[in-house]
């Protein structure tokens, strides 16, 4: 029981660790994106 429940968790861990992962490298692309057009703007 024990082996499955840490299993099961481990499980969610990494899903939640590749969920964060993605919006983190989500919202990076948005800040790349506003930078650059700011720039392209003001240029």
Known sequence: MRLEVTLR???CGTW??????I??????LIVIVCV????????
């Open 9 to 11: 968790l481990r499980q």
């Open 23 to 28: 919006i983190i490298i989500r919202h990076m």
């Open 16 to 21: 939640t660790d590749i969920i964060m992962s």
């Open 36 to 43: 650059i057009l700011s720039v392209a703007l003001l240029t």
